[in-house]
């Protein structure tokens, strides 16, 4: 193993003992080869298993049966074996950089690039003008901003990241070290550019259509995508720490900085990959109901009342008044202001307006359509919260009993900023699991057309947005200038703690990234009044309503 294998496999790699077999005749090469086999053995089942399912899916577009076995029970076996190796490839691939990067390197461009642009222009086809069969986005027609907003900041985290390997790379002199660089550097740009061409490819799949004589193998093109994502969020989870070590990242001269943009990138790129996978896989299940689909009614557009303008204006300034409160929290670390610690009140008044705000959105307006079906996506984000909410009630009782026993302990300087600490978890716990049950009840999609009169959403939904952004910013804040939240990571032990401590912050700010783009969403739909309701605003509800949906009939 090389010098920079070696300082990699020394941070990352955990030899663990799991039986009390005595191996004393062993000599270390003799364990290094055997675990070499292992890593290499793994990497190949994998990559047979790509190639098996790559091939039988190109088989079916000129081999009927080959079409049917591609939606056979028989796959699901194949892709559970696939994923029993494919997820210990990931774990035991993480012990040599070498076969990682050879086997990244050659997935990424066969299954991420290669095969994603074949399948989707063999596969698919645009719909045409007039056609009833609804297309692949009609059921979801705002997660495809929701994908390129997760997508566009990654990309650039990333682009950093292709630099700093780069610039790496350039400084070595060793001539091994430097084939290994260019190496990680050229890792790092195919992951770099399937990414936007898995967006580009995306979002253009949403305005397409299965052709017909190729309804199986769309399906199971789909199935191949997510199956990919998913490996690769696994992936994410196992070595995202080792990826941004082989960077440089670490080695920048501002490591607060360094510390954000990693915690941010974890959170993106957990979020992504596993995001991905559910939307390919839902849609693959979309193409298995053979029913053809009225084309989703679309509301004819105009310029918003002046009251409602008036209100959507208020709600902005609101908002903005909510991001003050990350700033406020700030200025107590810098050495050269003086604040109480009660400043971190302000992070607390932007809990209780979002609570209200969304008490309000839940009272004046009919939320049945969001509560009869969750997707896979909200449940995925609802789990990321559900971590969040654990994380933060935990904070809060450890942070209340140092500030309850601050007396007898030396780690405490500042009882006051202890209890302020403990209060700010404690609401931030409990917000959290409002900002749940908001998120799952809310329906993007169905919000506007069963709400369309009531004028408190255009106060209401930007203070909201606005004020998940601020616990965005402020958890940020917390989480790489904080004491409290320092001095608890560094003082738990417990290896299930820690775990819990070191993924639950991702997880959160991912379940935040989701929420704040669900509703921004709506609020850009909120700024799209019905032309009809200016000409039957006098009218009743029920008026309305029957006007409304006569347009629709009329599109």
Known sequence: MNQLGEMWNSKYANCQRFTAIDCSAATQNDLNKTRLVTEVLFACGTGAFYLVVVALSICGVY??????????????????????????????????MDVKIYFRCSVVLIVGIVYILFGAALFFKLREEGANQQA????????GAAVGLVTFPLFALEIVLLALAFSKSAKDSNGEQHIQRVLIAVDKFLFLFQKPVQLAIYLCLRRAIPRAEFRKNAQFYFRIISFFNLIEWLDSQ???????????????????????????????????????????LEHSLEIGDNQNQQVEDHVINDNMADRDELNRCCGFFAGAICLLGPLLFGLYFVPDVKIGASVQLSAMIVQVAIVISGLLLIRRNNLEAGEDKASAVKIMVCCFGAVGFLCWIMHAAIAGYWAVTADDRHDIKDRSYATWDSVKFGVRGLSTAFIMYLFTVVNAQAFLQQNPGVKSNHFVVPVIMFGILSTFIETLVDQYVGAVDSAIRCETKEQIVKILLEAG?????????????????IETKLGKIPRCQRRNRRNSDAEYHDALEELYHEM
Do not use: E
Not at 260 to 272: C, M, P, R, S, T
Not at 505 to 521: A, D, E, N, S
């Open 63 to 96: 081999f009927a049966n080959f079409a049917r076995l591609c939606t056979s029970r028989g796959t699901f076996f194949v892709f559970v074996v696939g994923a029993l190796v494919a997820s210990t490839n990931v774990f035991t691939y993480s012990d040599n």
């Open 136 to 143: 692949l986005g009609g059921k979801q027609p705002f997660m």
């Open 505 to 521: 912050l991702p997880m959160y700010l991912g379940f935040l990234i989701h929420v704040f783009l669900h509703f921004f969403i």
């Open 238 to 280: 196992v070595n995202v720490d080792a990826d941004l070590l082989l960077s440089g990242i670490h080695d920048k001269s501002y490591p607060g900085w360094s510390d954000v943009l990693i915690v941010v990138y974890k959170a993106l790129i957990i979020d992504y990959r596993l995001l991905c996978s559910l939307l390919f």
